[in-house]
């Protein structure tokens, strides 16, 4: 695993979350594809450390400190586990894996800030469902240029 | 001993990490939201060049017009910026421009940049450069093109976060210019609009909203936004509002505090 690039890719994805998605009304979870990414190719030791920091990050850029790297750890251990009894390569499955991650994460996520006094509106259920499948379809094709970047091998499958 | 691999397992390192991130969620948010200003102090400038290209896609006009004459509107473009740059340079007197026009006696009006706006249906919010040390406190009304935006939620040193009205978790008392209605409470909607449920009087389209006084923080009304549309409550008699901010809030490059008890 190579750290220092991993470092900078989750600040990219931060800093292209915070600002060039920050206004859109519906956008694709960055941070969460990443995480998602990381689940599948790297083995569980560091797919739970990148889990933890994806979320960290997530946080540093979100309304209230704890819930992303709280659901975000929960998500990626789990996704990792899940991943040496099913193989997730294919790109529908792949869709699939970022579509559940996302429902699952952002539910963990607002109900966690909730307690924490941010509010919780009607809209969430819409809110989280779109941006869930805008994240499904956006995702696989971005696990290309994360890939390269991390210097991962995608073509190689292994369970780890 | 020394060289020796520190070995941990798996549930160990996960267990490690969740109370990490237990102390992260426990801990008082006015100690936590510390890594969030230092992320937006460092990472500033990015953050303003990935909003300023969010903001020049959502603002270039499409026309049809052939390349040369793309070239002169990029010119004029260009002489405009410059034109703006210099203006910056007079943003004093703009401060003093502004304390004339509204009806503040003795208040401090800050100016501050914005760093990054967050607009969803979730949250909407500003981060401005401006904390603790500039005389800023939680709860002061924020000023853009003369209207009230919204008000501070979060302040540190040197950085603020201005929770926009428009923000689900905000509330703010108003009333409606030019009617007999008693305070009226707004609710942030997201997505750039605030309601006003259960109102008894039927509100005409493009109203002005008015954000009622309130003791430190407002000594006189002030524009909030305008009426765009009022629908019948599920209830008789009852009227729903919804109200949009007067001012093109994704445009703005800064904003400006109202300090209603300046120190010195």
Known sequence: MRWFRFAVLIILVAVVQASLLADLNIRPELPLIL?????????????????????FTADLIGPVMGPHT????????????????????KMPYQAL???????????????????????LTAQIRYVLLATSIYSAVVGPFLFLPAAWWMRIRIDRFSRH | ??????????????????????????????WTNKFQFAFARIFRWPLSIGRNISLSARTTP??????????????????????????????????SGLKDRLPFQGAKLMLADVYSVSMGPLRCELMINRGHENGLEKGQ????????????SEVSARTAVVRLFTDP?????????????????????????????????????????MACK???????????????????????????????????????????????NPES
Not at chain 1, 35 to 55: D, E, Q
Not at chain 2, 67 to 95: C, F, G, P, V
Not at chain 2, 170 to 180: F, Q
Not at chain 2, 182 to 206: D, F, N
């Open chain 1, 35 to 55: 995480l998602v990414f990381f689940a599948i190719y790297c083995n569980p030791t560091h797919a739970i450390v990148t889990s933890f920091a994806i979320g």
């Open chain 1, 70 to 89: 709280i659901s975000f750890g929960v998500c990626g251990t789990a996704l990792a586990y899940l991943h040496r009894v099913i193989a997730v390569r």
């Open chain 1, 97 to 119: 894996a970022i579509f559940v991650a996302s429902l699952v994460c952002g539910a963990l996520t607002h109900l966690l800030s909730f307690f924490q006094g941010e509010p």
């Open chain 2, 1 to 30: 001993m020394a060289g020796r691999h520190i070995r941990f397992s798996r549930r160990m390192l996960f267990t490690w990490f969740m109370l990490a991130a237990s102390i992260l969620f426990f801990a008082p948010q006015s």
């Open chain 2, 62 to 95: 499409q026309t049809n017009a052939p390349a040369n004459d793309k070239e002169a509107q990029y010119k004029s473009y260009i002489a405009y910026l410059e034109e703006a740059l210099k203006q910056a340079n007079l943003k004093i007197e703009k401060i």
């Open chain 2, 141 to 152: 009304f924020v000023l853009a093109n003369d209207t009230i935006i919204g008000a501070l």
């Open chain 2, 169 to 209: 978790g905000s509330t703010v008392s108003v009333s409606l210019r030019g009617t007999a209605t008693a305070r009226l409470l707004m609710q942030g909607e997201g997505s750039r609009t605030a309601k006003i449920k259960m109102v008894r009087q039927k509100a005409k389209i493009g109203t002005q909203v």
């Open chain 2, 214 to 260: 309130m003791p430190e923080f407002l000594d006189a009304p002030m524009v909030v936004g305008t009426v765009t549309e009022c629908r019948r409550n599920p209830e008789p008699l009852l009227w729903d509002i919804t109200v949009r901010p007067a001012c093109d809030i994704q445009a703005l490059n800064d904003v400006v505090v109202i300090v209603m």
